[in-house]
């Protein structure tokens, strides 16, 4: 991720307390300032400016973020093309296949989950709109890495820090380059409880008119239900299926 050449300080300090604010779902000004190593007095100063304009709540007991935010980020999301048409599928392929269904796009070479949906035997994961995720080892995430350009892949591999989330995790370069060869060829990137240990996911790229990227969508589920006929039949041809659909209705775009 490339720094900013002439950072604003004010801005920066800003951007720390609603991060910290949201990792710690609500924080005291004590405990803001403890964080990220202001005082007191200027962590006030934000927090009043925030709350001014409804970026920040005080419950009395502590900062929280406001609903502002919401609004903030249903215009982050319409700006993506697919958006609407994307969701409808995902809400199907969530129906039929009867687990979670993804749409997912690649933004400073992280995956940020647009949308979820939920099907009748769904598995409960912290995944969530909005989600960020490194893209070496999830199913989408790879999917993205697979067809996107051959130089923004490189970038994005060589910048990326890999870490053992689970036993399975890819964590060798050279293995991560062989699987993404793998998944040009067959168009369906695979996760085999590399981010959760027993679940799975299946996933494929979206594609825009000039073969760019759109994003991609997943199916994920447990892998105990996901035996090899489903997991390399039945549901890639389900995605197969949705995104054909998703392509097809983005040529009116």
Do not use: W
């Not at 973020?65 to 969701?87: E, M, P, Q, S, V």
């Amino acid at each position: 991720m490339a720094n900013a050449k002439n950072p604003v300080q004010a801005v920066q300090r800003t951007l720390d307390i609603v991060n910290v604010l949201k990792e710690r779902e609500g924080a005291r000004v004590t405990e803001i300032a403890n964080e990220i190593g202001i005082s007191k007095g200027t962590v006030h100063c934000h927090l009043a400016t925030l709350e001014e304009n409804g970026y920040v709540i005080n419950e009395g007991n502590g900062y929280k973020l406001g609903l502002r935010f919401i609004d903030i980020a249903h215009h982050a999301k319409n700006r993506i093309d697919i958006h609407h048409i994307a969701t409808k599928e995902v809400e199907a392929l969530a129906e039929e296949s009867g687990e979670m269904a993804l749409f997912t796009v690649e933004e400073r070479g992280e995956g940020i989950c647009l949308h979820t949906a939920e099907g009748e035997n769904a598995v409960q994961t912290e995944v969530y709109v909005g989600y960020r995720n490194g893209l070496y080892h999830t199913a989408v995430g790879k999917a993205m890495l697979a067809f996107m350009p051959p130089a923004k892949r490189d970038r994005i591999i060589e910048e990326t820090e890999f870490e053992a989330i689970s036993p399975k995790t890819i964590t060798d370069e050279t293995e991560l380059r062989k699987e993404l060869e793998q998944i040009r060829e067959e168009g369906i990137a695979y996760n085999h409880g590399e981010t959760i240990q027993g679940l799975v996911g299946v996933g494929t790229p979206i594609h825009d008119q000039d073969g760019g990227l759109y994003g991609a969508i997943s199916i994920i589920g447990p892998a105990r239900r996901m035996d090899e006929e489903r997991l390399t039949g039945e549901l890639p041809e389900m995605i197969r299926q949705a995104v054909n659909i998703i392509e097809i209705n983005s040529t009116s775009l």
